[in-house]
């Protein structure tokens, strides 16, 4: 009889060793093996005459299902989705403790009216799902069931006994099945726990989502370990001390994975923010220096946001460099260009970055608008409050060519702007339009001329 292995898995990455080691070769964290009996789904044997019953088919004789997508009735979250649910489909909603993912998947369940809903909750009691749903001013919850469960044998059980038309677990690592020897929310019981929801998903052809929180200490079993398996990763992120929330598909089977969706978190739930730049810019104080509105497109949307740079003395020590919502080695390049190309000396100085309302952004074109912030703290003048600036920085100092910039001016003259700069050789492929002056400039010098005076 073959011996069975066991096997050691690392709880960080999923990196498998036959034996146990200190320090995962894959991930470099230390202590992350934990030994893990084989699951007793693998060791099948193959049934006999199994082979001849199988058949490959001919493509050509296959007919196209158009599927029809399911409406989760949230515009934002549709648009992410590629249109709405597609049935079958499995969807990974990930994102930090805290901030929201429950929240939208009882939204999403309240406003699909006359669709069964089953919410599984292992992290909460249905007091408290329900304390929820009273918050969000729920009406119609009829057609929502709760249930308080971890063990997904059960919860199949369940499920077989009555379909629902939609499933939503909260939280896969909450979730075990009792055949397999480690805790839940190893990498093992998270991956075999999503391998037979997908299944599920699939032979009755119903949308399931499952909610994984992202673990920095790296110690349970993130989503990263099914986003292979599941057809859609969304992810809902945003800063804690911020209202607004952003969800983006970082994977889609049936959709683009550039739409993003926006919304707001109030104390009766999320709102959809239908006007980002409107929002974005509310808190914007004018006359202050270090503050530059960059035009961004996020998804296919021109969004305008406000990016701030304070620029102060440091005070003993090493410099420091700080970012939020920006990539932190993008801005030591921006600091390496201003140095050689403008002269600008930052050696001796703290320099602080921060995309205001809480959001990440990391398209190139923005650069321009950061690079004036910190020259404008720096020097301590104002950037003109009625000019937008979009553009790459290159190593040279030159301003680079942006993608879809008639949209990013179109959404600057919507706003009532009254002025543009943009790379030079973005200006062939612009129209005039009315009410806005587009501004072409090739260096970073031009541009810092044009919008500090
Ligand atoms: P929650 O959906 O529980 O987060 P997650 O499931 O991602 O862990 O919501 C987290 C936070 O949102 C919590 O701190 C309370 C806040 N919240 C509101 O501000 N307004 C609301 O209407 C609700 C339901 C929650
Ligand atoms: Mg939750």
């Not at 990196?15 to 995962?24: A, I, T």
């Not at 469960?149 to 009555?162: C, F, K, P, Q």
């Not at 994984?212 to 790296?218: F, L």
């Amino acid at each position: 009889m073959a011996k069975i292995q066991t096997k050691y898995v690392c709880q960080s990455c999923g990196y498998v060793s036959p034996r146990w080691v200190g320090k995962c070769p894959n991930c470099s964290e230390w202590n992350t093996f934990v030994e893990e009996a084989p699951s007793p789904l693998r060791v099948s044997k193959k049934p006999a005459g199994a082979a001849s019953r199988i058949e490959p088919i001919p493509m050509e004789r296959l007919e196209t299902i158009d599927a029809p997508r399911i409406k989760t009735n949230i515009d934002e979250f549709d648009r992410v989705l590629g249109g709405g649910l597609v049935p079958g489909s499995l969807i990974l909603l990930g994102g930090d403790p805290g901030i929201g993912k429950s929240t939208l998947m009882m939204q999403m369940a309240l406003e699909m009216k006359g669709l069964v809903v089953l919410y599984i909750t292992g992290e909460e009691s249905v007091q408290q799902i329900k304390l929820r749903a009273e918050r969000l001013q729920a009406k119609e919850t009829k057609s929502i069931l709760l249930l308080a469960e971890t063990n997904l044998d059960l919860i199949l059980d369940v499920i077989e006994r009555g379909i629902p038309d939609l499933i939503i677990v909260d939280s896969i690592q909450t979730m075990y099945r009792p055949g397999l020897e480690s805790a839940p929310g190893s990498v093992s019981q998270v991956r075999e726990s999503t391998a037979l929801l997908l299944r599920f998903a699939k032979t009755e052809n119903i949308p399931v989502f499952v909610i994984g929180h992202v673990t920095k200490e790296g110690m349970i079993a993130g989503p990263r370990v099914i986003e292979h398996m599941v057809d859609t990763v969304l992810q809902f992120e945003g800063e804690a001390h911020y209202a607004y929330r952003i969800l983006r598909a970082l994977k889609n089977r049936y959709g683009s994975t550039n739409e993003i969706g926006i919304f707001e978190m109030h104390d009766t739930g999320l709102r959809e923010v239908k006007n980002p730049s409107e929002a974005f810019l509310s808190e914007r104080r004018y006359g202050t220096s270090g503050s530059t509105v960059v035009s961004s497109i996020e998804g296919s949307r021109p969004i305008l946001i406000e990016v701030q740079a304070l620029v102060t003395p440091t005070s003993y020590g090493v410099p420091q460099r700080n970012t939020t919502g920006f990539d932190y080695r993008r801005l030591s390049l921006l600091l390496a260009v201003l140095e050689k190309r403008v002269g600008l000396h930052l050696g001796s100085y703290d320099v602080f970055v921060n995309i205001a309302g809480g959001v990440k952004i990391d398209e190139p074109a923005i650069d321009l608008g950061i690079a004036v912030s910190i020259a404008s703290s720096l020097r301590d003048v104002s950037v003109d409050s009625s000019s937008v600036a979009v553009g790459e920085i290159g190593l040279g100092g030159e301003i680079r060519t942006v993608g879809q910039i008639e949209k990013r001016v179109q959404e600057a003259a919507k706003l009532g702007f009254k002025r543009i700069v943009v790379p030079h050789n973005n200006l062939k492929s612009l129209r005039p339009h009315d009410g806005i002056q587009i501004v072409g400039v090739y260096s970073i010098n031009e541009a810092m001329e044009e919008l500090l005076g």
